[in-house]
Nanobody, 125 residues
C-alpha cells in the first residue's frame, strides 16, 4: 500500500526558510510524478510544484525563485525547500503522487492519486 507522510511544518518569521519532506513507502518514489500542493483556510487547494520521473520540475509563479522541489531517491523522499517565506505562504501543505503519468508535469489536484495528510506551515509577519 502506498503511503506518503509529510514532515512536521512549523511557525516561521517572514523572510526565513523551511524545508518540508515527504517520505514514501510502498513504491519506488522516483518512478512517479510527485507534487506539492497547499491550501489556506477558505481557499481551494493550490498547486505549488511538480517533479516528474525524469527529474524535470515546474513551479507556480508565486513561488518561482523561492521554492525548490527535489528528491532523494535513496531515501525515497521528496522535499520542498521554501526560502524567503511570506505570510501569503501560510497554508496546509500536502505532497501527492501519480504512478500512471510519471513523465508528465501534473498540476491539477485531480491528477494525483496518492496524498499525504498534510502539514501546517505558518509564516508570521
Amino acid at each position: 500500500q502506498v503511503q506518503l507522510a509529510e514532515s512536521v511544518g512549523g511557525l516561521v518569521q517572514a523572510g526565513r526558510f523551511l524545508r518540508l519532506s515527504c517520505a514514501a513507502s510502498g513504491y519506488t518514489f522516483s518512478s512517479y510524478c510527485r507534487g506539492w500542493f497547499r491550501q489556506a483556510p477558505g481557499k481551494e487547494r493550490e498547486w505549488v510544484a511538480t517533479i516528474n520521473s525524469a527529474g524535470r520540475t515546474m513551479y507556480v509563479d508565486s513561488v518561482k525563485g523561492r521554492f525548490t522541489i527535489s528528491q532523494d531517491n535513496a531515501k525515497n523522499t521528496l522535499y520542498l525547500q521554501m526560502n524567503s517565506l511570506t505570510p501569503e505562504d501560510t497554508a496546509m501543505y500536502y505532497c501527492a503522487a501519480n504512478p500512471a503519468r510519471s513523465q508528465l508535469l501534473l498540476t491539477h489536484p485531480g491528477d494525483f492519486i496518492y496524498w499525504g495528510r498534510g502539514t501546517q506551515v505558518t509564516v508570521s509577519s
